[in-house]
């Protein structure tokens, strides 16, 4: 079994910053992306930034240039740096990771979620 405990989220004023961590343990043959979703109050959740380990990293155009999505692959850890934050950016924040389980089974998993708040 597999699990991913998140944590940095908080509460920060518009144009503060926050670091999100997200640490994968348990049964893991090796990870072959890492990444962050979101979910706003009413809302779906959505795409926010992902760190594959065989093609670039991407993010959401709603958070290009302000967030910087990084990765210890040694630790089976990724990161979220925010910058710049905007009250629109308020959402429990998802870590995501597909996880190679043995070489034939891969499987997605989710953390908790850490709540992040922004203040206008």
């Known amino acids: 079994q597999v699990q991913l405990e998140e944590s940095g989220g908080g509460l920060v004023q518009a144009g503060g910053s926050l670091r999100l961590s997200c640490a994968a343990s348990?049964?893991?043959?090796?990870?072959?992306?890492m990444g962050w979703y979101r979910q706003a109050p009413g809302k779906q959740r959505e795409f926010v930034a992902t760190?594959?380990?065989?093609?670039?990293?991407d993010y959401a155009d709603s958070v290009k240039g302000r967030f910087t999505i990084s990765r210890d692959t040694a630790k089976n850890t990724v990161y979220l740096q925010m910058n710049s934050l905007k009250p629109e950016d308020t959402a429990v924040y998802y870590c995501?990771?597909?996880?190679?389980?043995?070489?034939?089974?891969?499987?997605?998993?989710w953390g908790q979620g850490t709540q992040v708040t922004i203040s206008s």
């Open positions: 995501n990771a597909v996880v190679r389980l043995t070489t034939r089974a891969i499987v997605p998993v």
């Open positions: 760190f594959p380990s065989d093609a670039p990293t």
């Open positions: 348990g049964s893991i043959f090796s990870i072959n992306a």
